[in-house]
């Protein structure tokens, strides 16, 4: 059954990344259809310039077939003429550089890179749809909006990182190799209609940033960090990793996710008190929870069935329950603060051998009954035990069997000389109480 499950789910992951790789394919092919035009005579070398008379020798190109770079200490730059670029876009440590425009370019072909642009306030490109390589910006500390007004619907990637934009109004793709959003403070809202992504990294960008990807269908990995909110509702796969981690968002719902190929990491958030993924059946790699102090408990994953690495839980948690699960290939290593939570179900997956890896623990606050041992015996009242046993809730009674019953059940529990103890103890309280 297991197996069945995994081949189906790798046949959707596989047709889902054909599909990916056909929708970019298809957008690359579109966009070289529409470079149709000839280069005019004059028009097809690179030009790298550092003054705007450099810009404006360039104006009757209506098409230019080569890479335009802006470097030095120009105050603005002003491209003319220029409908479509065959070539990149690159301006890079123009430290003076406050404006840059284009109002007649349509088309960048290649990659679109600005970098280490200090005093860059103003980005107008009003006609611009098409970018047939990347956007690469980074550390434009001064640029705050963008005045893309055609909106760029086709690029291959975008890695925006170090900036003052509050969004990314302009931008808006159907399919991305590569989103990377990373040290903008600024932008508090990311709503985008993306359907297929290889990597997206959203980290570190306004505290209170709102994710949101409603049209997602299918991604390789994902990485947020540092967000408020998450929308992923028509997520159906991640062919590769899944981490969220050091946000503040209160809750992750993943409804209609089936399957992730590699890790499932959610940690270090500190609001977090619901995860819930009910569709996911397998985790290709390791499956880690910790260090979520708000989440009480882990009871989300209803279908998960199979977890091809680790497993990692620790947290102050009162459950942590995976009640499909029957194949983990790793270890396990479940640890809990709270004095509620049960290895139960843990030690009959150990005994059924669900569990393959060499490294099986579950801990978790000695019980009220192994508190009163500790009292007794001036011992700490806050060590943890760690037994492939199920641990026995003892208790007291006025009755010498059910003192006897009592220390048989500690001894499954702590060992022979634990019995003793035990048994000791609940003698001498039922002849007290």
Known sequence: MISKVLVASLAVSGALAASSTSSTSASKTSSSATSSAAVPSGCSMDVTATSQADLDKIAGCSVFGGDITIEGNLGTAFINGVKELRGGLKVNNA?????????????????????????????????????????????????????????????????????????????????????????????????????????????????????????????????????????????????????????????????????????????????????????????????????????????????????GGAIEFDGNFTEADLPSLNLVKGGVDVESESTQFNCSSWNKAHKDGDIQGDKYVCSAPASQTSVLISVTSKASSTSKTSTSDETAAATSSNTGAAASSAAKNSASNYGVEGAVVFGAVVALAAQLF
């Open 95 to 307: 430290t003076l550089l406050t404006s840059l425009s284009a109002p007649s370019l349509t088309e960048i072909k290649d990659d679109f890179e600005l970098s280490q642009l200090t005093t860059l306030s103003t980005l107008s490109f009003p006609l611009l749809t098409t970018i047939g390589g990347a956007i690469r910006w980074t550390t434009l500390p001064a640029l705050g909006n963008l005045q893309f007004n055609a909106v760029v619907d086709s690029v291959s990637s975008i890695l925006i990182s170090d900036t003052a934009l509050e969004s990314l109004d302009g931008i808006n793709v159907d399919s991305l190799d590569e989103l990377n959003i990373n040290n903008n403070k600024y932008i508090e809202s990311l709503d985008m209609s993306i359907k297929h992504v290889n990597a997206l990294d959203i980290s570190f960008n306004s505290k209170g940033l709102e994710v949101s990807f409603p049209d997602l269908i299918w991604a390789k990995n994902i990485t947020l960090q540092s967000v408020s909110s998450v929308d992923f509702s028509s997520l159906i796969t991640v062919n590769d990793s899944a981490g969220f981690k050091n946000s503040s968002f209160s809750s992750l719902d993943f409804k209609n996710v089936t399957s992730i190929g590699g890790t499932l990491a959610i940690n270090y958030n500190d609001a977090l008190d619901e995860v819930s993924f009910p569709n996911l059946g397998s985790i290709g790699g390791g499956f880690q929870i910790f260090n979520n102090t708000k989440l009480q408990k882990i009871n989300g994953f209803n279908k998960l069935k199979s977890v």
